[in-house]
């Protein structure tokens, strides 16, 4: 589902980077090295000792594919995300056939730390792992598949697992289903709940698709989740049709509207929308709204292209969005896979793939006033 790029070229990419938009601050640059040739896919969790970690996944050896060998690896700040510590840790050794990637990170309302990643064994059998930390994150628990009703191809974006207010713990993934043996790309969206803090989980009723206007069968992927203010919930997909795909639950998560085209007009890459601590929604995504028609021109280029990396905000739980803001807008980035996390000192982090390949990876630092400026 997402393209490589050799390493040679990555390292030639990074001396390209351009900087972000002014008032955003740099705090880390992930390059690929030596027997690194990625990172990406992280999440920050603020510790009680006043640090934050960020774990990523941290690929060895020689490919960057999504399929290559990979651990998880955490870094340290000790100055709310100015500056980061300069070794790896790894928190969780290749567990998996192929690989462990893609992190969430989520403080439960236990009081523990719960680290969800991917422990992809093969193109059919790649399913969400639970394991906790009752010591700030020092030390790792037994894993748990969290999807253990059927063995597929399943998809969970990083940093995106969410307990809802009552305590429910939710999430969605994209199901690239098999017909014998053949690989669904397009992909279709369920969720998964737990009620007793991830020891157990129940699949949702809806096994949803992504139509266009036409009634033509669109790729269904990718999906991120949102509690609203009202206590439903607002699901957002990635699709092929031109835009992010929305949806929404108010059984907490186990049934779902028709998802529908929403303003948030993309190309195929995922979104991020989470709530800031003003009460407000932030989405993160690559906004194509004034871009010219690249399809005509070149299709390979226009389905790509991730960039810029914009930002918009929602005063009314996702229904229309304001202050449209581009973080990055190098021509030649490749913005995506966002981690979010506000912090309590009126900023918040933001860790993100910027170039072809998911190979470098970028932490920020944003001012949260930044987001409503015009």
Partial sequence: ??????????????????????????????????????????????????RIMFAYSRYYGKSSSDHATADIAARYSSDKGKTWTTNDEIIVKNEGGMNVMSVSLLRLQSGEIALFYL???????????????????????????????EVAYFVLNNDRVIQLKDGRLLFAVSKHAFDGSKFDNLGRVTTYTSDDNGKTWQRGKNLLEVHDAKGNFKAAQEPGVVELKDGTILMWIRTNAGCQYMCRSTDRGVSWSTPEPSVLVAPVSPATIKRLPTGDLLAIWNDHTNRPDEAKKAPKWANGRRTPLTTAISRDDGRTWTHVRNIEDDPTGWFCYIALQPLDDGTALLGYCAYKGLAHSRLVKVPIDWFYEK
Avoid at 31 to 37: A, L, Q, R, V
Avoid at 128 to 137: I, N
């Fill in 119 to 149: 422990r992809k064994n093969s193109t059919k059998d790649c399913r969400p792992v639970l394991r906790r930390s009752f010591d700030e994150g020092k030390t790792w628990g037994e894993p748990t598949i969290c999807i253990t009703d």
């Fill in 1 to 50: 589902m997402k393209k490589t790029l050799c390493l040679c070229a990555a390292l030639a990419a990074t001396v390209a980077l351009a900087a972000p938009a002014p008032g955003v601050h740099i705090g880390l640059e992930l390059p690929p090295g030596p027997n690194n040739p990625r990172n990406s896919e992280g999440a920050f969790m603020p510790l009680k000792d006043g």
